[in-house]
């Protein structure tokens, strides 16, 4: 079995076990502005981030802004 979830359309390796977890081990700050989270779809609130617990086959969108235009 595998140990995948996916991250903006990407698999990887599940390698954290919250959300916040999750930004900190992809190198983005949980306390950025601007930053939001959906899990399985959902967009979860920012204060439940260190409570949210990924599993193998969770969905995890991570949109933050970016420059240019």
């Known amino acids: 079995m595998?140990?995948?979830i996916r991250v903006n359309g990407q698999e990887?390796?599940?390698a954290a076990g919250t959300?916040?977890?999750l930004l900190r081990a992809k190198g983005i700050d949980p306390t950025a502005r601007f930053?939001?989270?959906a899990?399985?779809?959902i967009v979860?609130?920012?204060r439940d981030w260190p409570t949210i617990r990924?599993?193998?086959g969770?969905?995890?969108e991570i949109v933050r802004p970016m420059s240019g235009g």
């Open 2 to 4: 595998s140990n995948l």
């Open 58 to 60: 969770d969905h995890v």
């Open 54 to 56: 990924i599993g193998v």
């Open 44 to 46: 979860r609130p920012r």
């Open 19 to 21: 959300v916040v977890e």
């Open 39 to 41: 899990v399985n779809g």
């Open 35 to 37: 930053l939001a989270v």
């Open 12 to 14: 990887e390796e599940l």
